[in-house]
């Protein structure tokens, strides 16, 4: 069914304030989830909120173990992932606000939903945004059978005249979101994306599940994952390996563009850039080549005046919740 954006968020703010969160952090998550769904992530979004109340118990206070003037690393005391990245997010921004550099990491807290979320959050403000965190494992490493590295996604935002260029992609092959979407519409996974508990090839999302998912692109998202998992696991102070939902990490860089040069000169840059990909010949039944996150943006604009389409079965669940 098609809901109104606004009708979601209330129904969604109202689910989590009647678990125990306060009606700032009930909209906080809110508005990551609504933001996966609006830029066409579903595994993301609203899926996501059953589980998100299960685990809900409001809020314990975060604290910072470590702060300078262009790095913090906080403490997220078990608090929702969302939460933790989302004071981490408006940490780096203040402090690289002052400093035009700076890099701040959370430990002690579970998943934070889209990643790219906290990356445009960045960009928004003006400045680059590098965002990176672990999950439990879930990717066999490259030659290997059974899952050690968690799908550990990369986002980085970069501000532009129009908008931002958004990355945002994970190094596992197919995510556990994207994973509980063939489950629920009954669809097998493609192929060679994942490997059941014999290690072998699988297409059945529950064996998936059970089992590991393969690096995107071999062995170089493998090492991307290897890289994404120092710096949000050992680096951060959160586990090197975590188990499920305990210690994940999150890694956050913020870059001033002013520190090398005059902030126009930078959009001048970047829009240079812009036009010489948009410029580029399209391939062969190609109708238009985009820049990253352009699609997104573009799904946001028709989704935030159409509606955002929401599976019935979902719907019910959450209506009861």
């Known amino acids: 069914m098609n809901l109104p954006v606004e009708e979601l968020r209330k129904l969604s703010e109202g689910i989590l304030a009647r678990r125990g969160l306060s009606d700032p952090d009930a909209a906080v998550v809110t508005d990551i989830l609504l933001e996966a769904e609006l830029r066409g992530r579903p595994s993301h979004g609203m899926i996501r909120l059953p589980g998100i ?121 197919i995510t556990n979101g994207q994973i509980l979407m063939h489950m629920k519409d009954g669809t097998p996974l493609p192929e060679g994306v994942a490997l059941g508990t014999d290690g072998k090839l699988t297409t059945d999302p529950e064996a998936a599940l059970a089992g590991a998912v393969l690096p995107f692109g071999g062995h170089k998202g493998y090492a991307l994952a290897v890289m994404i998992q120092i710096l949000s696991g050992a680096l951060v102070r959160a586990a090197p390996v975590p188990q499920p939902g305990r210690n994940y990490g999150i890694f956050l860089l913020a870059i001033s563009p002013t520190i090398f040069m005059d902030a126009n000169l930078f959009h001048e840059g970047v829009e240079d850039l812009i036009r010489k990909i948009k410029g580029s010949e399209p391939a062969a039944g190609v109708g238009e080549v985009l820049v990253p996150g352009e699609r997104a943006f573009r799904e946001r604009a028709r989704r935030l005046t159409d509606g955002i389409e929401i599976d019935l079965d979902l719907m019910a669940e959450l209506r009861k919740l």
């Not at 002052?98 to 890099?103: D, H, P, Q, S, Y």
């Open 53 to 173: 109340a299960e685990r809900s118990a409001g809020r314990t206070p975060m604290r910072l173990a470590r702060e300078g003037p262009s790095y913090a690393l906080v403490d997220g005391q078990e608090n929702l992932g969302y939460l933790v990245a989302h004071r981490c997010a408006r940490t780096i921004i203040g402090k690289a606000e002052t400093t035009g550099l700076a890099v701040v990491g959370g430990f002690n807290t579970g998943h934070c939903g889209m990643l790219g979320y906290y990356a445009s959050m960045v960009a928004d403000a003006g400045m680059i945004g590098l965002a990176a965190c672990d999950t439990s494992p879930r990717i066999a490493p490259w030659g290997g059978t059974q899952p050690v590295l968690g799908t550990n996604p990369l986002a980085a935002g970069f501000p532009a005249r129009k908008g931002q260029v958004l990355v945002d992609l994970s190094s596992a092959a």
